[in-house]
């Protein structure tokens, strides 16, 4: 029975040494940080959720051309009201810079994501109908949370392709 206990406290204390090793070692990156928000955002709008998708947005959100964060949960209340089977999937996620630096307080990433649902017996894949949904998005640290400020649909899954579009 000892050996038990000793085994198990060795267990728990390898276990905590190596997360501090981890956390003090080997940081999570900013870009990390935002990966994870962008993949917190997907589970909140596949699970049907509109004011948890909204408190991943900013006072001053705005959903390209004119949409702003009250427009937009508003939106996502009236469409989740009549989807089922909602599935999101992150295709791909391209930071505009590759590693961030911590103090960073602005950036833009392109995301590609697949969603696909039932709206009145018919099957939708992506809002644009192209397959996969490609965006822009602009976020911001706020408070150490990286937020989504705006949102811009780019007309190709080509990110190559969407980048060139950041500046037109």
């Given amino acids: 029975m000892k050996d038990k206990k000793v085994w198990l406290a060795s267990g728990v ?18 870009n990390e940080r935002i990966n994870n928000m962008l993949y917190e955002v997907a589970s909140a ?21 004119k949409r702003d964060k009250e427009t937009v949960i508003t939106y996502l209340k009236r469409f989740f009201f009549q989807v089922r089977d909602l599935k999101v999937e992150i295709e ?6 590759d590693k961030l630096p911590v103090d960073a307080k602005k ?17 939708f ?12 998005l602009e976020v911001k640290k706020i408070e150490g949370k990286w937020l ?21």
């Fill in 45 to 65: 709008f596949q699970a049907k959720k509109s004011s948890a998708v909204g408190e991943y947005l900013t006072d001053d959100f705005l959903a390209f051309p």
């Fill in 125 to 136: 894949q992506a809002f644009g109908g192209q397959g996969a949904d490609t965006v822009v």
């Fill in 148 to 168: 989504i400020s705006l949102v811009k649909y780019l007309d190709t899954s080509d990110p190559a392709r969407a980048f060139e579009q950041l500046f037109k």
């Fill in 13 to 30: 204390l390898l276990i905590v040494a190596a997360v501090l090793v981890k956390v003090l070692f080997f940081p999570v990156s900013e």
């Fill in 107 to 123: 950036t833009r990433v392109i995301v590609i994501v697949k969603v696909t649902g039932t709206i009145n017996k018919r099957q």
């Fill in 92 to 97: 791909l996620i391209k930071h505009e810079i």
